[in-house]
């Protein structure tokens, strides 16, 4: 509704000229691909908009210089690009483990699987985990439909 109200008032302030040649200019968010629009419903069957947002970058590098496909951080999920399903459903139990648990909780899981699994850190716990889940999920989404 705001933009339709500036939008009147540029064309009330501008010649039909200077108005059709600021019309044609490119919108100042680029649209969303279909892979985007997926991506974002996606997450939204996990989340309302108020509390994780969505973001698109066309790389995603991470402090270590590893490219990454996703990432959670801070009630935002980035994906690089077109996210797979199978990258959507990972960063969304990132984000679930983030928001549900407290610290000592999360440590505790993060112990346990790590022991369990064998696996040299508590961060290689957690995708572990991130990876079952999204795994999971394709799994039941290829039995139901």
């Known amino acids: 509704m705001r933009s339709n109200h500036i939008s009147k008032v540029v064309v009330q302030t501008l010649s039909e000229k200077e108005y059709w040649k600021v019309s044609w200019k490119k919108p100042a968010r680029p649209l969303l691909t279909s892979a985007q629009k997926e991506a974002q419903a996606r997450v939204q069957r996990y989340f309302r908009n108020e509390e994780i947002g969505t973001k698109f970058v066309k790389n995603i590098t991470t402090e270590d210089g590893y490219k990454v496909l996703g990432m959670y951080k801070d009630k935002l999920i980035t994906f690089a690009k077109n996210p797979s399903k199978n ?32 696996l040299a850190s508590k961060i290689d716990a957690e995708e572990w985990m991130a990876d079952t889940f999204a795994d999971f999920v394709a799994g039941r989404e290829a039995q139901t439909g």
Do not use: C, M, P, W
């Open 87 to 118: 990258t959507i459903d990972h960063e969304a139990f990132h984000t679930y483990f983030d928001i549900a648990l407290g610290k000592q909780e999360k440590n505790s899981f993060l112990g346990l699987v790590q022991k369990r699994q064998n």
